[in-house]
């Protein structure tokens, strides 16, 4: 069965894809790396060397959430049940040295 997956993106990810938030079609059941999968096949390998340091490793500045809870797993079943899964997708910059943030 075909459901529906609304994902946004956040930071990088908004500039590399060029869009906000897309709703796109994935089979059930799905995982947060079967959705990952796809968003790469659709936007190209610059956007999965955006996401993957490894195949199935993201980054370690890479944030998934789902339904605004952060996924620790990319096994993580999409959860369909409860209606059309919010993703969100964001690249989280790494602090570079110094003592902390200066705003």
């Keep these: 069965m075909t ?3 609304a994902v946004k993106f956040l930071g990088f990810l908004e500039k590399l894809t ?3 938030e ?3 079609p994935i089979e059930e059941p799905a995982t947060v790396l079967d959705l990952l ?3 790469s096949e659709r936007f190209g390998p610059r956007f999965s060397t955006s996401l993957f340091r ?3 490793e993201l980054h370690t500045y890479v ?3 789902v339904n605004e809870e952060e996924v620790e797993s990319l096994n993580r079943p999409l959860p369909f049940q409860n209606g059309l899964p919010q993703v969100a997708v964001f690249l989280m910059p790494a ?3 110094g ?3 200066h705003g």
């Design 3 to 5: 459901q529906a997956v």
């Design 18 to 20: 060029g869009q906000r």
């Design 22 to 24: 897309i709703t796109l």
């Design 37 to 39: 999968n796809l968003l």
């Design 54 to 56: 490894a195949p199935e």
């Design 63 to 65: 944030r998934i959430f």
């Design 95 to 97: 602090m570079t040295g």
């Design 99 to 101: 003592s902390g943030f």
